[in-house]
């Protein structure tokens, strides 16, 4: 059984993206001349991050989260990690207080720790939920830029971007920044996405745009998971703005990508284009490409 602990105390308009200088964040404000921006209100955000094995990385991850939301509720969602992960965070939750753990019995992938952590959120009143990776590949002070468009209404899915002006990768072998490129590339194409980077991870929906979507079909993971929640979003009518971050790779743990994660992906994306050019062209689905969920 699970348990949660809390700790005390046509083709769609591309995206919009935002401009270094535009978006605010420390960097940019330095760069522009300008003041760093005001934190929005964000006691209605709740910040979801999974974890498998992020013990070296996941106290200072809270830590720097707290200090960029002061007021937004964390949910850790952690597939009992050997490594204690679980206990670490709920030990560091009772020092800053507003964060929870979602302790489920075994791994269970990404897709799936997003889910129950969207729905946990949006039991509970949310009206931004955040995702991002627990292994400082994304850079908690970033989550003031992608929660403020929500909070004021300007979209309804915000994506940190590593590939709009302003984005950067670092530490990443010309091979894996191809393959992201290119994969990124043949998503947009196939689904008629309008966005650049729709393997993200590091993201805010509005709790409005996620209570219309049919998160339980949505049955891919990790890379899959980000395009077809992106791919479900546009097909709802949503707006999408893209924010550009600084992607770092992880210095500690081990990855979780795999070539099963890739093709995974490649699959889905490949399944829901050819569902997509069949309805265009008025011809009738194959049972096959239609399959289950999206």
Same mark, same amino acid.
């Given at each position: 059984?699970?348990?949660?602990?809390?700790?005390?105390?046509?083709?769609?308009?591309?995206?919009?993206?935002?401009?270094?200088?535009?978006?605010?964040?420390?960097?940019?404000?330095?760069?522009?001349?300008?003041?760093?921006?005001?934190?929005?209100?964000?006691?209605?955000?709740?910040?979801?991050?999974?974890?498998?094995?992020?013990?070296?990385?996941?106290?200072?991850?809270? $830590?720097?989260?707290?200090?960029?939301?002061?007021?937004?509720?964390?949910?850790?969602?952690?597939?009992?990690?050997?490594?204690?992960?679980?206990?670490?965070?709920?030990?560091?939750?009772?020092?800053? *207080?507003?964060?929870?753990?979602?302790?489920?019995? $075994?791994?269970?992938?990404?897709?799936?720790?997003?889910?129950?952590?969207?729905?946990?959120?949006?039991?509970?009143?949310? =009206?931004?939920?955040?995702?991002?990776?627990?292994?400082?590949?994304?850079?908690?002070?970033?989550?003031?830029?992608?929660?403020?468009?929500?909070?004021? *209404?300007?979209?309804?899915?915000?994506?940190?971007? =590593?590939?709009?002006?302003?984005?950067?990768?670092?530490?990443?072998?010309?091979?894996?920044?191809?393959?992201?490129?290119?994969?990124?590339?043949?998503?947009?194409?196939?689904?008629?996405?309008?966005?650049?980077?729709?393997?993200?991870?590091?993201?805010?929906?509005?709790?409005?745009?996620?209570?219309?979507?049919?998160?339980?079909?949505? $049955?891919?993971?990790?890379?899959?998971?980000?395009?077809?929640?992106?791919?479900?979003?546009?097909?709802?009518?949503?707006?999408?703005?893209?924010?550009?971050?600084?992607?770092?790779?992880?210095?500690?743990?081990?990855?979780?990508?795999?070539?099963?994660?890739?093709?995974?992906?490649?699959?889905?994306?490949?399944?829901?284009?050819?569902?997509?050019?069949?309805?265009?062209?008025?011809?009738?689905?194959?049972?096959?490409?239609?399959?289950?969920?999206?």
């Amino acid at each position: 059984m699970q348990a949660v602990r809390a700790a005390q105390g046509g083709q769609p308009a591309p995206a919009s993206a935002v401009p270094p200088e535009a978006a605010g964040g420390e960097a940019a404000g330095r760069e522009a001349g300008r003041p760093e921006p005001a934190r929005p209100g964000t006691a209605d955000v709740l910040v979801v991050l999974p974890t498998y094995e992020e013990a070296a990385t996941i106290e200072r991850v809270l $830590r720097l989260v707290r200090a960029s939301l002061p007021d937004a509720h964390i949910l850790v969602v952690d597939d009992s990690s050997p490594d204690g992960t679980g206990a670490l965070a709920r030990a560091e939750g009772a020092r800053l *207080g507003g964060l929870s753990v979602l302790e489920r019995p $075994r791994r269970s992938g990404l897709g799936t720790a997003y889910r129950e952590g969207f729905r946990w959120g949006l039991s509970r009143g949310y =009206r931004v939920l955040c995702e991002m990776d627990s292994d400082l590949s994304h850079d908690p002070s970033d989550l003031c830029r992608l929660v403020a468009p929500v909070l004021d *209404g300007r979209a309804q899915l915000v994506i940190g971007s =590593r590939y709009v002006p302003g984005g950067a990768i670092e530490e990443w072998t010309l091979a894996r920044r191809a393959i992201s490129l290119l994969g990124n590339r043949y998503a947009d194409v196939a689904l008629g996405l309008g966005v650049r980077d729709s393997t993200a991870g590091f993201r805010a929906y509005a709790s409005s745009l996620l209570e219309r979507l049919a998160l339980e079909e949505v $049955r891919a993971d990790s890379f899959g998971f980000q395009v077809l929640m992106t791919h479900l979003a546009r097909e709802s009518g949503a707006s999408v703005m893209e924010v550009p971050i600084r992607f770092v790779d992880r210095r500690e743990g081990s990855s979780k990508m795999s070539a099963h994660t890739v093709l995974e992906a490649f699959w889905q994306v490949s399944r829901l284009g050819l569902r997509r050019a069949l309805r265009k062209s008025g011809r009738k689905d194959i049972p096959w490409v239609v399959g289950q969920g999206v």
